[in-house]
């Protein structure tokens, strides 16, 4: 595994370090009381129709499955493709017990089309934890645009405490005096959880991030915090496509 910057991995080496830590990834984060809550609270954000009957979604970055559960619980009725460029988290994620209006693909979601998931456009996109461990979150902003139909909704999930000086100091406290050294423990190797913590220290602001949603083209931009020890550094950004 790669030396870590600043900002955490590069980003080409952030799939192979999420397959060393696969196999824990499910036990770690049920340690957290609001993970899981958190997720199915950003999917509802998206405020999906009719239970996404003739709906057709994506799950983008859907690692364990986490996220795709979160998505299934707010729209039972829909399709989901749920893509992951991690082969270690998809094999947990697939291990799961699914309904046949879910299926995983293996890519990178710069790589991902509309074509490797089947014919047509997106009527929503939920993207977790995704767009900070991007080499170029700009260009997957406008790729989203792209395969989303007119009026639909992207929300994307993600950490976010340049804001806020509170938030920066929970974030660190929490990561080292809980995350990292529980990662180390469980998997033998930091590497991931360090980067967590320093992918999340050099992200956006929450303002900043809206700013990079809207010039990627979204309409009606906003976000929406968590409750919890969560609030203000966990996120629901929300945009619409015209």
């Not at 958190?38 to 239970?51: E, F, K, V």
């Not at 003739?54 to 493709?81: F, K, N, Q, Y």
């Not at 047509?120 to 395969?147: E, H, S």
Request: hydrophobic residues 45%; contains cysteine.
């Amino acid at each position: 595994m790669g030396r870590l910057s600043r900002a955490g991995l590069r980003r080409a080496e952030v799939p192979g370090a999420f397959d060393v830590g696969a196999a824990a990834y499910d036990t770690l984060v049920g340690a957290n009381p609001g993970y899981h809550d958190h997720l199915r609270i950003s999917a509802r954000r998206m405020r999906i129709a009719d239970g996404g009957r003739g709906l057709r979604l994506l799950d983008a970055g859907c690692g364990t499955g986490a996220s795709t559960a979160a998505l299934l619980e707010a729209a039972p009725h829909a399709e989901i493709v749920a893509v992951d460029a991690s082969a270690g988290m998809l094999e947990q994620a697939r291990a799961k017990t699914w309904p046949d209006s879910v299926r995983f693909v293996h890519s990178p979601i710069e790589d991902f089309s509309v074509q490797a998931g089947g014919a047509g456009k997106f009527d929503g996109i939920l993207a977790a934890y995704l767009l900070r461990n991007l080499a170029d979150p700009d260009a997957q902003l406008r790729r989203f645009a792209a395969l989303l139909r007119p009026g639909a909704t992207l929300a994307v999930h993600e950490y976010s405490v340049a804001d806020s000086k509170y938030a920066q100091a929970i974030w660190t406290a929490v990561c080292w005096g809980i995350i990292i050294p529980a990662g180390l423990v469980k998997t033998r190797d930091s590497t991931l959880y360090r980067h967590l913590w320093r992918s999340v220290t050099s992200f956006d602001g929450a303002a900043a991030f809206q700013r990079r949603m809207a010039a990627a083209g979204f309409t009606g931009v906003h976000s929406e915090t968590m409750p919890g020890w969560q609030h203000g550094i966990v996120h629901t950004f929300l945009g619409e496509v015209r």
